[in-house]
């Protein structure tokens, strides 16, 4: 039986940045460190982008983990932060639970570290809840690709969706009419490649004026 297209909508997401914490990022392994931090930052601007609702949450901060990496402060600074005193799964954290009920939004874009744990508990959970769960698989690391293969799968059976921060930013725009500058100049931002596009369209735009 073939399943409905559930497309992400800027009206009805809401984005869940989990544990991206200082200590908990050295252990990602499966991208390399300066593409994990650009995929990361790079779904914070889609979200500040599309204004979407976040909430940042971090786990046993005062401990081994570390802090939020201040990239996330600095974009979200009114966001919802739940510090979550030891709870491993977000989900069973009462504040963040009722901080995305208080959205009243259905669609949740996850990412996280790590992606076997910070990312699948609370994926899983909202999957049982009844939410429609996206997974950002490019701004959610963990130790290596055997490990992180074996969550995807898990997460994927249990109907979790999974995509990489450009297909979010893509599905929430829907047209290129919506503000082609710029969301194409946040791309440009993250993707050098795609800086060559905007520079061609930027040149076809002014010999048009001119």
Known sequence: MTKPYKKLSKDDAVLLLVDHQSGLISLVQDFSPDDFKNSVIALADIGKFFQLPTILTTSFDEGPNGPLVPELIERFPDAPFIHRPGQ???WD??????AIQATGRQQLIIAGVVTDVCVSFPALSAIEAGYDVFVVTDASGTFNTTVQQAAWQRMSAAGV??????SVACELHRDWRNDMQGLGNLLSNHLPNYRNLMTSFNMLQAAKKG
């Open 88 to 90: 491993i799964n977000a």
């Open 93 to 98: 954290n009462e504040d963040f639970v009722k």
């Open 161 to 166: 969706q999974l995509m990489n921060w450009f």
